[in-house]
Nanobody
Framework: QVQLVESGGGLVQAGDSLRLSCAAS????????MGWFRQAPGKEREFVAG????????YYEDSVKGRFTISRDNAKNTAYLQMNSLKREDTAVYYC????????????????WGQGTQVTVSS
């Protein structure tokens, strides 16, 4: 069992940056691939970014490529999502998740989820 807790969300203006953090409770954090998803009101949850268990591989949804960066620190049991050049359409609840798959890009491939953190981008 892995418990995930996100933090770092907030209200920012378009063009600003935020860094989300996802702290994991279990010592087996390094054995899981990690991902970030988001869900805007009235929309389905969508994949944003993922990182392999070692941190050697990262992958992104097209709309965030070049603006968002996913990373992890296995010594701290924490994953991060650095979000730059934020846009209004990035407004959503952001969730981190852990997966036993190597390169998981869909929600069904993830085993554990955090409670989410709200990101609101105003123009």
């Amino acid at each position: 069992q892995v418990q995930l807790v996100e933090s770092g969300g907030g209200l920012v203006q378009a063009g600003d940056s935020l860094r989300l953090s996802c702290a994991a409770s279990a010592g087996t954090f390094s054995s899981y691939a990690m991902g970030w998803f988001r869900q805007a009101p009235g929309k389905e949850r969508e994949f944003v970014a993922g990182i392999t268990w070692s941190g050697g591989g990262t992958y992104y949804e097209d709309s965030v490529k070049g603006r968002f960066t996913i990373s992890r620190d296995n010594a701290k049991n924490t994953a991060y999502l650095q979000m730059n050049s934020l846009k209004r359409e990035d407004t959503a609840v952001y969730y981190c998740a852990a997966s036993s798959f190597n390169v998981p890009t869909t929600a069904v491939m993830y085993d554990y989820w955090g409670q989410g953190t709200q990101v609101t981008v105003s123009s």
